[in-house]
């Protein structure tokens, strides 16, 4: 089993819809971090967490440590939105990153 | 503000050719400084960290090596490449907080 899970792996929606993705880690953690890859593969950092929630223009990140869960949340998605969401945990113990396998998102017109 | 260069930003070599793919970073002083590699349909991987000049360490077992011959400077290199190194590798640099910082990438194809 892999210490950092994401849900979907794959995500379809309507330009407007209400976006959410899940990530679940197993490790203790410092911080949690959400990327953006877009098909170039260059990565973005969105944000990173160790508690509570943030908000940035129309994502928004929330993390829950006592039940290692987060979630990432794109309110009224948008084709440019489009992209490969990824999260990544800040090991507690060995001070590196694990990160999940990613979650494709795609936002129609 | 900080930067972080990587090239080339894409590459062809054949098998059994070296390697030697470079990142630089501006703006910052000793930071802690990583390569990654994120190979076909698969998921990031920490290849090598530095937390100084001359030190390296090694994640994953494997033909690649690393070196840090300056500060800001963080070079991924292999002698021979085999066809399992193809993938897109990311240098990123952190400070003292826990963010990281990613460089474009660069995406290599190995023939």
């Known amino acids: 089993k892999n210490e950092v899970e994401q849900s979907p792996q794959n995500l379809t929606a309507q330009e407007g819809e209400f976006i959410t993705i899940n990530c679940s880690y197993s490790?203790?953690?410092?911080?949690l971090h959400w990327l953006q890859q877009h098909p170039g593969g260059g990565i973005v950092s969105l944000f990173m967490?160790?508690?509570g929630k943030k908000k940035h223009g129309r994502l928004i990140a929330t993390i829950n440590i006592q039940e290692k869960h987060s979630s990432l949340h794109i309110t009224a998605s948008h084709p440019r939105d489009s992209a490969v969401y990824i999260c990544?945990?800040?090991?507690?113990?060995?001070?590196?990153?694990?990160f999940g396998t990613g979650t494709r998102l795609q936002v129609f017109p | 503000s900080q930067t972080i260069h990587q090239w080339p930003a894409t590459l062809v070599q054949p098998v059994g050719s070296p390697l030697s793919l470079e990142c630089t970073v501006e703006g910052t002083s000793n930071p802690n400084l990583y390569w990654y590699r994120q190979a076909a349909g698969r998921g990031l991987q920490l290849l090598f960290y530095s937390v100084g000049i001359g030190q390296i360490s090694s994640e994953v077992p494997q033909n690649l090596s690393a070196s840090r011959p300056q500060d800001r400077q963080f070079i991924l290199s292999s002698k021979k490449l085999l066809l399992s190194d193809s993938g897109f590798y990311l240098c990123?640099?952190?400070?003292?907080?826990?963010?990281?910082?990613f460089g474009p990438g660069t995406r290599l194809t190995v023939t």
């Open positions: 490790v203790g953690i410092s911080a």
């Open positions: 990544a945990v800040l090991s507690y113990n060995t001070d590196k990153l694990i």
């Open positions: 967490l160790s508690s």
């Open positions: 990123a640099w952190s400070g003292d907080a826990y963010e990281q910082y």
